[in-house]
């Protein structure tokens, strides 16, 4: 069974713990000479790392390293591995609480599964920090789909109770949103909700407690036709890989659970001619149909749950001793997540649709470019 490997066409594995050595990833399946751009990596690791009083203090360089599969500037063809080492561990902060569960978190679950040979330290494997190399190789994928066309971007829909402005619906101008959302580190549309947000996190820091939100993401330039129904169809394969994100509970495309209330004739998106192209009048659909694009916006929804390693005294289970216990958590912890992980899900999306147009046109795509139909 491969555990930490994504895909078939161009496979993407995770490797490392919070307060190990290391953390990286191998993508495997790259055309040989496509051009990086080392800039464009590092803003996406830069809007993961946490930064500011809403984040946690562990604040690390993430300062990464490509150690195969590259070669004067361009990928070789042959697996990629870049390699983020870990310098600012505090991991006495964890060995104090070890057997006291963190509710909401794997603590439990992955004694469970690995018994104690499970590297503990700062959450191990189930950190958020492993996060970090799926961005790094989410962003080498954003600009293979760039060079062709297909733009992602994602905003903070909601953040502590407060909702941002809705992405535009006009595709002009969510192609200038999703640009602006891309060089902006606190993802919002609307600056003064983004600071109603921010205020939101920093009241729940006060209390010792933390918040969620919603992140809604597009994806603009897709060509119809991408998707492999049954099982690897577009909502499935891109499902797979955002509920692979921690904290990631939910997600929806286009109208989601909204379709529940709608009448038929509200919910379908009725189909135009537009400049010769077939568009839909509307996009409750997220521009995929029967799994494949339909190559209007495809647009998703993904919950992001409040971090759970909060300052709060709360109630747990000693896991050694075997009772009831309380639990005071030490370490550095983010108030909320969700303005770091909103490029964690732009990454899971990137990594989702090269695999599928991999599926559709090989690897030649990658630089020869795709097929609009
Ligand atoms: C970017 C990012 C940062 C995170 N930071 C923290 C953190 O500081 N503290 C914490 O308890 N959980 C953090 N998490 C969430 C946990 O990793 C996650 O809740 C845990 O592994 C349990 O998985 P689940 O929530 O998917 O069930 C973070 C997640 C992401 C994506």
Redesign the pocket.
């Known amino acids: 069974m491969v555990k930490s490997t994504f895909g078939k066409n161009l496979t993407v594995s995770i490797f490392g713990e919070s307060h190990g050595a290391a953390i990286g990833v191998v993508i495997d399946g790259l055309a040989a000479g496509i051009p990086l751009d080392m800039a464009a990596i590092r803003r996406d690791l830069d809007f993961?790392r946490?930064t500011g009083a809403i984040s946690?203090a562990?604040q690390e360089g993430d300062e990464f390293e490509i150690v195969s599969g590259f070669f004067e500037g361009h990928t070789t063809g042959t697996p990629l591995c870049l390699m983020i080492r870990n310098t600012s561990t505090r991991s006495g902060d964890y060995a104090r609480t070890k057997d006291l569960l963190?509710p909401?978190?794997?603590d439990y679950?992955a004694f469970v599964k690995y018994g104690d040979w499970q590297d503990y330290r700062g959450?191990g494997h189930?950190?958020?920090?492993?996060?970090?190399p799926l961005v790094a190789a989410g962003a080498i994928c954003r600009q293979i789909l760039a060079a062709h066309g297909v733009m992602i971007g994602t905003h903070i829909a909601e953040c502590g109770g407060v909702a941002d402005a809705p992405m535009p619906s006009d595709e002009a101008a969510l192609a200038a949103a999703l640009d602006r959302l891309n060089n902006t580190a606190f993802a919002v549309l609307d600056a003064d909700r983004g600071d109603k947000m921010q205020q939101a996190v920093l009241a729940a820091k006060a209390d010792g407690d933390?918040v969620g939100g919603v992140l809604e993401t597009a994806v603009i330039g897709m060509p119809a036709g991408i998707g492999e129904p049954f099982f690897n169809s577009v909502e499935s394969t891109l499902a797979h890989l955002l509920?692979s994100?921690?904290?990631?509970?939910g997600v929806e495309f286009g109208a989601g659970f909204a379709f529940a209330g709608m009448r038929g004739s509200e919910a379908n998106d009725p189909w135009r001619m537009q400049d010769g192209r077939l568009r839909t009048a509307t996009n409750n659909n997220g521009g995929i149909n029967g799994g494949i694009s339909n190559g209007m916006p495809i647009v998703f929804r993904t919950v992001?749950?409040p971090?759970?390693?909060?300052y709060r005294e709360q109630q747990t289970v000693d896991y050694a001793a075997r009772q009831d216990a309380t639990l005071q958590?030490k370490?550095?912890?983010?108030p909320a997540?969700i303005h770091?992980?909103r490029v964690?899900i732009d990454a899971a999306a990137a990594i989702g649709l090269c695999e599928l147009f991999c599926e559709a046109f090989g690897t030649a795509w990658q630089i020869d470019g795709i097929v609009n139909k």
């Open positions: 993961r946490a946690t562990r963190r909401g978190h794997a679950t959450g189930f950190s958020g920090r492993i996060t970090a933390s509920f994100v921690p904290a990631v509970k992001i749950k971090t759970p390693s909060i958590i370490g550095r912890h983010d997540i770091r992980a964690v």
